[in-house]
């Protein structure tokens, strides 16, 4: 079946970098782009990036363009997130997610948590 | 990019139906019939329900409908169950080659 599992989450300083991964298994990766997605604590949902199957085309939300870098490795069924220059709005759950049906995600992983505190 | 705007609070009684607003503009919502819906309960990561406005994924429940009209998107929940009781988002693709979330909706099941 189709799974999703990101990692990498954690405590960071304001200023600091993290770099999330999501392995994926149970469908051909390279067919298909993908999105990050966060939520903060009691707050809805915000699409941030998606990256596109080959062509490797990225797309940022301007609230972290810049900052988030979007990258893929279709040999290792990978999706990583770079965040860099980390902020206190920054803390959130983040998730990875299939593209599909014109939708920003069709399955979600189960999310990974960043805190950005001093 | 602004967020799409959806009401914070819809509730309704076992049975009933109830329908969830999502207003965006000309640049998303309105701009294309590429808006989906999902269901996100507590702890938990969403649940793709309708995609291109009025699509059901397989194994989602024919309660659940979506409709549009101009820059407005609608999510119908009919019959209304316990199990219901959830938050849901609507999200549209934009002239940015972006997607956009709306503000989310918490349904009550009184």
């Known amino acids: 079946q189709v799974q999703l599992v990101e990692s990498g989450g954690g405590l960071v300083k304001p200023g600091g970098s993290l770099r999330l991964s999501c392995a994926v298994s149970g469908f051909t990766f390279s067919d298909y782009d993908m999105s990050w997605i966060r939520q903060a604590p009691g707050k809805g949902l915000e699409w941030l990036s998606y990256i596109t199957h080959s062509v490797i085309t990225t797309y940022y939300a301007d609230s972290v363009k810049g900052r988030f870098t979007v990258s893929r490795d279709n040999a290792k069924n990978s999706l990583f997130l770079q965040m860099n220059s980390l902020r206190a709005e920054d803390t959130a759950v983040y998730y990875c997610a299939r593209v599909e049906y014109d939708a920003p995600g069709d399955y979600w992983g189960q999310g990974t948590l960043v805190t950005v505190s001093s | 990019q602004s967020a799409l705007t959806q009401p914070a609070s819809v509730s309704g009684s076992p049975g009933q139906s109830i329908t969830i607003s999502c207003t965006g503009s000309s640049s998303d919502v309105g701009g294309y019939n590429y808006v989906s819906w999902y269901q996100q309960h507590p702890g938990k990561a969403p649940k793709l329900m309708i995609y291109d406005v009025n699509n059901r994924p397989s194994g989602v429940s024919n309660r659940f409908s979506g409709s549009k009209s101009g820059n407005t998107a609608s999510l119908t929940i009919s019959g209304l169950q316990p199990e219901d009781e959830a938050g849901y988002y609507c999200?549209?693709?934009?002239?940015?080659?972006?997607?956009?979330f709306g503000t989310g909706t918490k349904v009550t099941v009184l």
């Open positions: 999200s549209s693709y934009t002239s940015r080659s972006t997607f956009v």
